[in-house]
């Protein structure tokens, strides 16, 4: 454990390659080894029942291809569990970016191929399950008023 405080939001900084508190790398980071320990180490915290929920804004991203894809593979569980929230959304979206970035590499292009696809799957459903939550609450409201003219 580190005893000095993130350069990214200031916190103490308990993380041993990321911060916990915002995902920032407290070391650097500089082959593909320590980049997937940090990946490992991040979605430790994601998991853990007191994270931040700033923790996915700025969180690092790898600059190794096999790591940065592997950050895309971990985040889709999270992205499916966090319908409402947009941190994971836009995590997503950079991993993409950076992975067309990344120029010809076949690997590289089929994956944000892929997470593409499965990003505007989740802004599908969470697009339906904001409409259905406004149809159950309309729902609500009619049955109500008229239940309340029917019992007086």
Same mark, same amino acid.
């Given at each position: 454990?580190?005893?000095?405080?993130?350069?990214?939001?200031?916190?103490?900084?308990?993380?041993?390659?990321?911060?916990?508190?915002?995902?920032?790398?407290?070391?650097?980071? *500089?082959? !593909? /080894?320590?980049?997937?320990? @940090?990946?490992?180490?991040?979605?430790?915290? +994601? $998991?853990?029942?007191?994270? #931040?929920?700033?923790?996915?804004?700025?969180?690092?991203?790898?600059?190794?291809?096999?790591?940065?894809?592997?950050?895309?593979?971990?985040?889709?569980?999270?992205?499916?569990?966090?319908?409402?929230? *947009?941190? !994971? /959304?836009?995590?997503?979206? @950079?991993?993409?970016?950076?992975?067309?970035? +990344? $120029?010809?590499?076949?690997? #590289?292009?089929?994956?944000?191929?892929?997470?593409?696809?499965?990003?505007?799957?989740?802004?599908?459903?969470?697009?339906?399950?904001?409409?259905?939550?406004?149809?159950?609450?309309?729902?609500?409201?009619?049955?109500?008023?008229?239940?309340?003219?029917?019992?007086?």
């Amino acid at each position: 454990m580190n005893d000095h405080q993130c350069v990214g939001c200031g916190a103490p900084s308990n993380g041993v390659f990321v911060c916990h508190h915002c995902g920032v790398p407290v070391r650097p980071l *500089s082959d !593909a /080894a320590s980049q997937r320990q @940090a990946l490992d180490e991040l979605h430790g915290q +994601l $998991g853990s029942k007191d994270r #931040s929920p700033s923790l996915l804004v700025n969180a690092f991203l790898p600059d190794d291809p096999r790591v940065l894809i592997d950050a895309g593979l971990r985040l889709l569980p999270v992205l499916e569990e966090s319908a409402g929230q *947009s941190g !994971a /959304a836009g995590r997503m979206r @950079a991993i993409i970016i950076k992975l067309r970035l +990344l $120029g010809n590499d076949p690997t #590289s292009t089929r994956a944000a191929a892929e997470f593409e696809a499965a990003l505007e799957a989740y802004r599908r459903s969470d697009r339906m399950t904001g409409y259905a939550v406004w149809m159950i609450a309309l729902g609500l409201v009619v049955f109500g008023v008229f239940g309340f003219r029917h019992c007086g």
